[in-house]
Every structure is written in structure tokens, then in C-alpha cells.
């Protein structure tokens, strides 16, 4: 199982249109093999960042979500949103 984290910064006034695709890219997500959970969270000290936890299976079932056409036509409207580019890492359990 790994985890990947993605950290976004979000403009002042974007936050409903970050929300609403983040929860598109969160459904399209369910729908591959080896997604099974998916958390949103927003920064209670600094609202204008989010982040997001999801769990796959595989690692390669995460590659082949990130670099699938579906996953970056939604990045590329979440991108305009953000003030910077957003951070991303994945991670797997310490043996």
C-alpha cells in the first residue's frame, strides 16, 4: 500500500472551484484499480492550503492514474488556481 500526499496553496477567492475539482478528480480516481481512499483536509492555521491523502494499492497503480490523460486535464484546471506549483509525495509503510 502506498499513500500519496499533495500539498496545494490555493489563490483567495479560488477555493470553491479547488473543491469542486479536487472532488472530480477524487471520483475519477475510484473508478481505477487500486484506489480505494481519499481524504481532503484544509489547513485550519492557513486556509489557503489543502491537502490531500490518497491510498492505493500499488505504487504502479498510482503511476499509471498520474500520468493518465483523464487526471492531467483536471490538473491543468487546478493548476490556474494555485500560487504555486503543488508539492507532491508518495509513501509506503516502514517495514
Not at 85 to 93: H, Q
Amino acid at each position: 500500500m502506498v499513500k500519496v500526499i499533495q500539498e496545494r496553496r490555493c489563490k483567495p477567492g479560488k477555493e470553491e472551484e479547488l473543491k469542486k475539482l479536487l472532488e472530480e478528480l477524487r471520483s475519477r480516481a475510484f473508478q481505477r484499480h487500486g484506489s480505494y481512499a481519499w481524504e481532503t483536509l484544509r489547513s485550519m492555521d492557513d486556509p489557503s492550503v489543502w491537502l490531500v491523502i490518497a491510498s492505493w494499492t500499488f505504487v504502479k497503480e498510482w503511476t499509471d492514474w498520474q500520468n493518465n490523460p483523464e487526471r492531467q486535464e483536471i490538473i491543468r484546471k487546478i493548476e490556474p488556481l494555485l500560487t504555486e506549483p503543488a508539492r507532491e509525495s508518495v509513501f509506503e509503510f516502514a517495514q
